[in-house]
Protein backbone atom coordinates (compact mmCIF):
# COMPACT_ATOMS: atom_id res chain seq x y z
CA UNK A 1 0.00 0.00 0.00
CA UNK A 2 2.41 2.29 0.91
CA UNK A 3 4.15 2.04 -2.48
CA UNK A 4 2.08 4.59 -4.22
CA UNK A 5 3.33 7.57 -2.47
CA UNK A 6 6.73 6.64 -3.92
CA UNK A 7 5.90 7.02 -7.21
CA UNK A 8 4.76 9.82 -10.12
CA UNK A 9 1.21 11.28 -9.35
CA UNK A 10 -0.10 13.88 -12.32
CA UNK A 11 -2.85 15.47 -10.80
CA UNK A 12 -5.32 18.14 -13.34
CA UNK A 13 -6.40 21.14 -11.56
CA UNK A 14 -3.59 21.14 -9.11
CA UNK A 15 -3.93 24.75 -8.80
CA UNK A 16 -6.50 25.36 -6.41
CA UNK A 17 -8.74 23.39 -4.07
CA UNK A 18 -9.00 19.55 -3.87
CA UNK A 19 -6.44 19.24 -6.17
CA UNK A 20 -3.81 21.46 -4.74
CA UNK A 21 -4.56 19.79 -1.62
CA UNK A 22 -3.98 16.58 -3.01
CA UNK A 23 -0.48 17.20 -4.61
CA UNK A 24 0.33 18.22 -1.20
CA UNK A 25 -0.43 15.54 0.70
CA UNK A 26 1.13 13.24 -1.84
CA UNK A 27 3.66 15.24 -2.05
CA UNK A 28 4.41 14.98 2.21
CA UNK A 29 4.09 11.08 1.62
CA UNK A 30 7.22 11.27 -0.50
CA UNK A 31 5.60 11.23 -4.39
CA UNK A 32 6.84 13.48 -7.44
CA UNK A 33 3.74 15.36 -8.53
CA UNK A 34 2.74 17.04 -11.96
CA UNK A 35 0.84 19.81 -11.23
CA UNK A 36 -1.42 20.85 -14.05
CA UNK A 37 -3.55 23.92 -14.93
CA UNK A 38 -3.85 27.41 -16.24
CA UNK A 39 -2.51 29.33 -13.53
CA UNK A 40 1.24 29.07 -13.36
CA UNK A 41 1.73 31.08 -10.23
CA UNK A 42 -0.45 29.11 -8.25
CA UNK A 43 1.04 25.57 -9.13
CA UNK A 44 4.14 27.47 -8.29
CA UNK A 45 3.40 27.76 -4.78
CA UNK A 46 2.17 24.20 -4.80
CA UNK A 47 4.99 23.12 -5.89
CA UNK A 48 6.98 24.74 -3.29
CA UNK A 49 5.15 23.47 -0.54
CA UNK A 50 5.98 19.68 -1.76
CA UNK A 51 9.32 20.42 -2.38
CA UNK A 52 9.30 21.79 1.04
CA UNK A 53 7.33 18.80 2.25
CA UNK A 54 10.33 16.51 1.16
CA UNK A 55 8.10 15.82 -2.28
CA UNK A 56 9.25 16.17 -5.91
CA UNK A 57 7.72 18.59 -7.96
CA UNK A 58 6.62 19.85 -12.01
CA UNK A 59 4.74 22.35 -12.83
CA UNK A 60 3.04 21.74 -16.57
CA UNK A 61 0.70 25.40 -16.78
CA UNK A 62 -2.03 23.86 -19.59
CA UNK A 63 -5.32 24.98 -20.21
CA UNK A 64 -6.82 21.17 -20.42
CA UNK A 65 -9.83 22.17 -22.66
CA UNK A 66 -7.68 22.54 -25.57
CA UNK A 67 -6.63 18.96 -26.81
CA UNK A 68 -3.75 20.15 -29.05
CA UNK A 69 -1.69 21.96 -25.57
CA UNK A 70 -3.01 18.57 -23.51
CA UNK A 71 -1.39 15.96 -26.20
CA UNK A 72 1.80 18.82 -26.08
CA UNK A 73 2.01 19.01 -22.38
CA UNK A 74 1.38 14.81 -22.45
CA UNK A 75 4.42 14.50 -24.75
CA UNK A 76 6.82 16.80 -22.52
CA UNK A 77 5.54 14.40 -19.54
CA UNK A 78 6.06 11.24 -20.96
CA UNK A 79 9.94 12.78 -21.86
CA UNK A 80 10.69 14.02 -18.53
CA UNK A 81 9.20 10.99 -16.25
CA UNK A 82 7.75 8.75 -18.15
CA UNK A 83 4.14 7.64 -17.96
CA UNK A 84 2.76 8.59 -14.61
CA UNK A 85 1.61 5.67 -11.87
CA UNK A 86 -1.19 7.48 -10.90
CA UNK A 87 -3.44 9.96 -13.27
CA UNK A 88 -5.58 11.57 -11.22
CA UNK A 89 -8.15 13.87 -13.19
CA UNK A 90 -9.65 16.63 -10.76
CA UNK A 91 -10.36 19.90 -13.13
CA UNK A 92 -13.50 20.67 -12.89
CA UNK A 93 -15.60 23.95 -13.46
CA UNK A 94 -19.34 24.72 -13.99
CA UNK A 95 -22.13 26.96 -12.51
CA UNK A 96 -25.84 25.25 -11.71
CA UNK A 97 -27.89 26.84 -13.94
CA UNK A 98 -32.07 26.42 -14.76
CA UNK A 99 -31.74 25.38 -18.51
CA UNK A 100 -33.01 28.75 -20.04
CA UNK A 101 -30.20 30.51 -18.09
CA UNK A 102 -27.69 28.61 -19.55
CA UNK A 103 -25.91 30.40 -23.09
CA UNK A 104 -25.15 27.74 -25.76
CA UNK A 105 -21.59 28.53 -25.29
CA UNK A 106 -21.62 28.10 -21.31
CA UNK A 107 -23.02 24.63 -22.38
CA UNK A 108 -20.24 23.65 -24.41
CA UNK A 109 -17.60 25.19 -22.32
CA UNK A 110 -19.40 22.80 -19.29
CA UNK A 111 -18.84 19.96 -21.47
CA UNK A 112 -15.48 20.90 -22.28
CA UNK A 113 -14.41 21.13 -18.62
CA UNK A 114 -14.41 18.22 -16.87
CA UNK A 115 -15.59 16.04 -19.71
CA UNK A 116 -13.70 16.83 -22.70
CA UNK A 117 -10.47 17.33 -20.38
CA UNK A 118 -10.81 14.29 -19.15
CA UNK A 119 -11.14 12.35 -22.46
CA UNK A 120 -7.98 14.26 -23.83
CA UNK A 121 -5.49 13.93 -20.75
CA UNK A 122 -6.63 9.80 -20.51
CA UNK A 123 -6.19 9.46 -24.28
CA UNK A 124 -2.76 11.23 -24.41
CA UNK A 125 -1.33 9.51 -21.61
CA UNK A 126 -3.26 5.67 -21.64
CA UNK A 127 -1.16 4.34 -24.04
CA UNK A 128 1.82 4.70 -22.73
CA UNK A 129 0.42 3.76 -19.29
CA UNK A 130 -0.94 0.33 -21.14
CA UNK A 131 2.00 -0.33 -22.59
CA UNK A 132 4.16 -0.42 -19.66
CA UNK A 133 1.59 -2.96 -18.04
CA UNK A 134 0.87 -0.76 -14.78
CA UNK A 135 -1.10 2.43 -13.60
CA UNK A 136 -4.06 3.87 -11.63
CA UNK A 137 -6.85 6.27 -13.55
CA UNK A 138 -8.74 8.14 -10.93
CA UNK A 139 -11.65 10.71 -12.16
CA UNK A 140 -13.12 13.32 -9.71
CA UNK A 141 -17.06 13.65 -10.55
CA UNK A 142 -19.61 15.10 -8.57
CA UNK A 143 -22.74 13.23 -6.46
CA UNK A 144 -24.77 14.96 -9.94
CA UNK A 145 -23.16 12.15 -11.91
CA UNK A 146 -25.74 9.51 -9.82
CA UNK A 147 -28.64 11.90 -8.31
CA UNK A 148 -30.35 15.03 -10.18
CA UNK A 149 -31.89 17.88 -8.60
CA UNK A 150 -33.39 20.99 -10.38
CA UNK A 151 -30.65 24.08 -11.61
CA UNK A 152 -27.90 22.67 -12.75
CA UNK A 153 -28.87 20.80 -16.06
CA UNK A 154 -26.06 21.48 -18.18
CA UNK A 155 -23.68 20.97 -15.33
CA UNK A 156 -25.58 17.36 -14.49
CA UNK A 157 -25.16 16.27 -18.04
CA UNK A 158 -21.37 16.85 -18.44
CA UNK A 159 -20.84 14.98 -14.90
CA UNK A 160 -23.00 11.76 -16.40
CA UNK A 161 -20.54 12.48 -19.61
CA UNK A 162 -17.75 11.94 -17.50
CA UNK A 163 -19.24 8.86 -15.75
CA UNK A 164 -19.95 7.22 -18.91
CA UNK A 165 -16.49 7.84 -19.86
CA UNK A 166 -15.00 6.36 -16.86
CA UNK A 167 -17.26 3.45 -16.86
CA UNK A 168 -16.06 2.81 -20.47
CA UNK A 169 -12.49 3.25 -19.33
CA UNK A 170 -12.92 0.43 -16.71
CA UNK A 171 -14.56 -1.74 -19.10
CA UNK A 172 -11.71 -1.48 -22.06
CA UNK A 173 -8.94 -1.82 -19.60
CA UNK A 174 -10.80 -5.10 -17.65
CA UNK A 175 -8.07 -7.74 -18.89
CA UNK A 176 -5.52 -5.08 -17.94
CA UNK A 177 -3.55 -4.63 -14.44
CA UNK A 178 -4.56 -1.02 -14.68
CA UNK A 179 -7.30 0.44 -12.05
CA UNK A 180 -9.75 3.00 -12.68
CA UNK A 181 -11.35 4.50 -9.57
CA UNK A 182 -14.07 7.04 -9.22
CA UNK A 183 -13.82 9.70 -6.73
CA UNK A 184 -17.12 11.58 -5.79
CA UNK A 185 -16.91 13.90 -2.95
CA UNK A 186 -19.89 15.94 -1.33
CA UNK A 187 -19.54 19.20 -0.30
CA UNK A 188 -15.53 20.31 -0.25
CA UNK A 189 -14.66 24.31 0.93
CA UNK A 190 -12.86 25.06 -1.99
CA UNK A 191 -12.19 28.53 -4.33
CA UNK A 192 -15.18 26.23 -6.45
CA UNK A 193 -17.81 28.32 -5.37
CA UNK A 194 -15.82 31.89 -6.06
CA UNK A 195 -14.90 30.53 -9.35
CA UNK A 196 -18.87 29.24 -10.20
CA UNK A 197 -20.94 31.54 -8.29
CA UNK A 198 -24.44 30.88 -7.34
CA UNK A 199 -23.48 27.03 -6.80
CA UNK A 200 -23.68 27.38 -3.34
CA UNK A 201 -27.09 28.92 -2.98
CA UNK A 202 -28.46 26.10 -5.39
CA UNK A 203 -27.31 23.21 -2.76
CA UNK A 204 -30.88 20.89 -2.01
CA UNK A 205 -31.61 21.61 1.35
CA UNK A 206 -31.44 17.51 1.66
CA UNK A 207 -27.48 17.94 0.93
CA UNK A 208 -27.34 21.03 2.95
CA UNK A 209 -28.83 19.62 6.17
CA UNK A 210 -26.99 15.98 6.39
CA UNK A 211 -23.69 16.63 4.69
CA UNK A 212 -20.89 17.99 6.51
CA UNK A 213 -18.50 20.29 4.89
CA UNK A 214 -15.15 18.61 4.34
CA UNK A 215 -11.71 20.75 4.17
CA UNK A 216 -10.07 20.31 1.55
CA UNK A 217 -7.07 18.77 3.32
CA UNK A 218 -9.62 16.08 4.63
CA UNK A 219 -10.99 15.37 1.04
CA UNK A 220 -7.47 14.88 -0.11
CA UNK A 221 -6.25 12.67 2.89
CA UNK A 222 -9.62 10.86 1.74
CA UNK A 223 -8.88 10.32 -1.43
CA UNK A 224 -4.87 9.18 -0.87
CA UNK A 225 -5.39 6.70 1.12
CA UNK A 226 -8.67 5.48 -0.78
CA UNK A 227 -5.86 5.29 -4.04
CA UNK A 228 -3.48 3.67 -1.92
CA UNK A 229 -5.76 0.82 -0.86
CA UNK A 230 -6.78 0.67 -4.84
CA UNK A 231 -10.36 1.17 -4.03
CA UNK A 232 -12.85 1.61 -6.95
CA UNK A 233 -14.75 4.20 -5.58
CA UNK A 234 -13.95 6.98 -2.95
CA UNK A 235 -17.45 8.32 -1.52
CA UNK A 236 -17.00 10.95 1.09
CA UNK A 237 -17.99 12.16 3.66
CA UNK A 238 -19.32 8.97 5.35
CA UNK A 239 -22.84 10.29 4.92
CA UNK A 240 -23.08 10.48 1.40
CA UNK A 241 -21.87 7.14 1.33
CA UNK A 242 -24.96 6.69 3.34
CA UNK A 243 -27.15 8.22 1.14
CA UNK A 244 -25.55 6.55 -1.66
CA UNK A 245 -26.52 3.18 -0.09
CA UNK A 246 -30.15 4.63 0.34
CA UNK A 247 -30.23 5.35 -3.27
CA UNK A 248 -29.34 2.06 -3.89
CA UNK A 249 -32.06 0.54 -2.35
CA UNK A 250 -34.27 2.96 -3.49
CA UNK A 251 -33.39 5.29 -6.27
CA UNK A 252 -37.15 6.59 -6.23
CA UNK A 253 -37.53 8.27 -3.23
CA UNK A 254 -34.14 9.50 -2.82
CA UNK A 255 -34.08 11.04 -6.24
CA UNK A 256 -37.93 12.66 -5.29
CA UNK A 257 -36.45 13.87 -2.04
CA UNK A 258 -33.47 15.53 -3.78
CA UNK A 259 -35.36 17.35 -5.82
CA UNK A 260 -38.50 18.37 -3.87
CA UNK A 261 -35.42 20.04 -1.47
CA UNK A 262 -33.67 21.59 -4.25
CA UNK A 263 -33.81 25.10 -6.23
CA UNK A 264 -37.58 26.61 -7.03
CA UNK A 265 -38.24 29.13 -9.40
CA UNK A 266 -41.79 30.39 -9.71
CA UNK A 267 -43.69 30.05 -13.48
CA UNK A 268 -42.56 33.57 -14.51
CA UNK A 269 -38.50 33.54 -12.97
CA UNK A 270 -37.06 32.87 -16.41
CA UNK A 271 -33.96 34.05 -18.17
CA UNK A 272 -30.93 35.05 -16.67
N1 LIG B 1 -15.78 21.68 -3.91
C1 LIG B 1 -16.80 20.82 -3.88
O1 LIG B 1 -17.71 20.91 -3.01
C2 LIG B 1 -16.89 19.71 -4.90
C3 LIG B 1 -17.91 18.77 -4.73
C4 LIG B 1 -18.01 17.73 -5.67
C5 LIG B 1 -17.12 17.64 -6.72
N2 LIG B 1 -16.14 18.60 -6.85
C6 LIG B 1 -15.23 18.48 -7.99
O2 LIG B 1 -13.90 18.44 -7.53
C7 LIG B 1 -13.02 18.93 -8.55
C8 LIG B 1 -12.11 19.99 -7.96
O3 LIG B 1 -12.93 21.07 -7.54
P1 LIG B 1 -12.47 22.15 -6.48
O4 LIG B 1 -13.55 22.23 -5.47
O5 LIG B 1 -11.08 21.93 -6.06
O6 LIG B 1 -12.61 23.47 -7.42
P2 LIG B 1 -11.63 24.73 -7.63
O7 LIG B 1 -11.09 25.16 -6.32
O8 LIG B 1 -12.40 25.70 -8.46
O9 LIG B 1 -10.45 24.11 -8.51
C9 LIG B 1 -10.66 23.75 -9.85
C10 LIG B 1 -9.34 23.39 -10.50
O10 LIG B 1 -9.58 23.08 -11.88
C11 LIG B 1 -8.66 23.84 -12.67
N3 LIG B 1 -9.23 24.16 -13.97
C12 LIG B 1 -10.44 24.72 -14.26
N4 LIG B 1 -10.56 24.93 -15.58
C13 LIG B 1 -9.40 24.50 -16.14
C14 LIG B 1 -8.90 24.46 -17.48
N5 LIG B 1 -9.64 24.91 -18.52
N6 LIG B 1 -7.67 23.95 -17.70
C15 LIG B 1 -6.91 23.51 -16.67
N7 LIG B 1 -7.32 23.51 -15.39
C16 LIG B 1 -8.55 24.01 -15.13
C17 LIG B 1 -8.41 25.11 -11.86
O11 LIG B 1 -7.15 25.66 -12.18
P3 LIG B 1 -6.88 26.97 -13.08
O12 LIG B 1 -8.01 27.92 -12.84
O13 LIG B 1 -5.55 27.43 -12.59
O14 LIG B 1 -6.83 26.44 -14.49
C18 LIG B 1 -8.35 24.54 -10.44
O15 LIG B 1 -7.08 24.04 -10.15
C19 LIG B 1 -13.93 19.47 -9.66
O16 LIG B 1 -14.05 18.52 -10.67
C20 LIG B 1 -15.26 19.66 -8.94
O17 LIG B 1 -16.35 19.61 -9.81
C21 LIG B 1 -16.01 19.62 -5.97
Known amino acids: MNDVYQRTVLITGASYGIGAATAREFGRRGAHVLLLARTQSALEEVARDIRASGGAASVYPVDLTDARAVADVARQVLA ?97 RLRVTTIIPGLVATTYFEHNPGVLERVPELARRLLPVLTADQAASAIVDGLARGKREIVLPGMLRLLYAAYTVAPGLVQYLTILSGAKRSPDQTGR
Request: charged share 15%; proline share 7%; aromatic share 12%.
Open 80 to 176: ATGPPDILLSNAGAGRWLFIDETTPEEAVAMMAMPYFAAFYITRALLPAMRARGSGHLAYVNSPASLVVWPGAAAYTAARWALRGFVEAVRAELHST
